[in-house]
């Protein structure tokens, strides 16, 4: 008779197997707990920043960062039922978040300016631009195709988002973006 594994041995075997994947060849679905966690990183910093955003945009800026976090629940969800009907066990706790998580953050964030609030978020979703750009060759390479254009309309979200952070800052849509040469803006 075949005993079943406990809850803790089947963990164990699941990290295990993520521990392996990271370090021997990473896969979309790997690169995809990074972004999960930066999304989990993203929902605490959009509502500190919706929440103590001050002067003269405060009402403006107040609507688009809880429509960002907002959005953002909404591909947290997503990604990660993509990943979980592709066969894939993501990353669910705070600890997971926090150990994948690439961005940082910071209590004293609140007494920033609202544009210095903006900057940071346009950062931390060109740090999860990068992260996703790397997951969606993985996964075309991988033939994932369902988690591919997932991650295509997240990239798509992201981008968009950052035009128009961009444009409320007064610079173009690619201005002081490390991942685009200065020839590739012509």
Sequence with gaps: MVQDKTPQEKLQEEQDHKEHI????INAAAIADHILGNIHTLH???HQYHWYVKGPHFFSLHEKLEELYNANEEWFDTIAERLLASGHKPASTTAEFEQYSMLSEDPADKYLKAE???????EDFRSTREFTVRAIR?????????LEDTLIAFKDHLDESIWMLQAFL????LE??????EDDED
């Design 22 to 25: 990271h370090h021997t060849k």
């Design 44 to 46: 605490v910093k959009l």
């Design 116 to 122: 210095e609030m903006t900057e940071n978020v346009v």
């Design 138 to 146: 993985l996964a075309q390479e991988e033939g994932n195709d369902a």
């Design 170 to 173: 007064g610079k173009e849509a």
């Design 176 to 181: 002081d973006d490390d991942a685009y040469d």
